[in-house]
């Protein structure tokens, strides 16, 4: 088996691994004022869940907000890393995908596992 390439392993960004960043993020990836409340909505999260991932992503410098009205925007630093993050999954997807593929080629006789 070959080495992983380190290539493979970064550019993620921790910040954007939790799921639900990583969509608030890409739902304001055009990066124009949207209303918290479709954002909201769109995730169907309570108001205090959503309100402690904004204040991850703002806090770090990807998201800006304004309060009147409520609305939020990925910030120029917020849509690099996220553009970036995508590329890291895709690449770690891939190498994921063709080590399950080198390891079953290595084992062609054995048969999946069962469903429980």
Known sequence: ????????????????????????????AD??????????QA??????DLELHIEFLRASGY??????PRELRL?????NRLMEH????KTVAATAGALVAEVRAANP???PPRAP
Do not use: H, N, Y
């Not at 124009?32 to 909201?40: E, F, N, Y």
């Open 86 to 89: 995508i590329s890291a999954l």
């Open 109 to 111: 006789g054995e048969s």
């Open 43 to 48: 995730l169907g999260l309570p108001t205090p």
């Open 1 to 28: 088996m070959k080495p992983i390439s380190p290539a493979s392993r970064t550019d993620l960004d921790a910040l954007l691994l939790q799921p639900v960043r990583l969509f608030i993020a890409c739902l304001l």
């Open 63 to 68: 998201l800006q907000s304004r309060a009147e």
């Open 75 to 79: 910030s120029p630093l917020g849509l």
């Open 31 to 40: 990066t124009r004022w949207r209303p918290q409340l479709a954002i909201q």
